[in-house]
């Protein structure tokens, strides 16, 4: 789960798109764009971009671990 602040969280794996809020839009808690799989609109996160491409970047390492049956390397 990634934090997307004042208590919105969101499956780090249906984020498709992180847009920064330019600065007419911004303002009042409102940084970051997050695009959802599955949720029409984007969600107003009050976290920036770049802190929650961290908190993406940090899981990543276990997803990649996880290796589904069959699915070894390939010989050389």
Do not use: N, W
Request: charge should be neutral.
């Amino acid at each position: 789960m990634i934090p997307l602040g004042y208590g919105k969280f969101v499956r780090a794996d249906r984020i498709f798109a992180v847009v920064p809020i330019e600065s007419d839009d911004r303002g009042d808690g409102r940084r970051t764009y997050v695009h959802v799989d599955g949720i029409d609109e984007p969600i107003v996160a009050s976290r920036s971009e770049r802190a929650i491409l961290a908190d993406l970047q940090q899981l990543e390492p276990r997803r990649r671990r996880q290796t589904p049956p069959g699915q070894g390397e390939l010989p050389v």
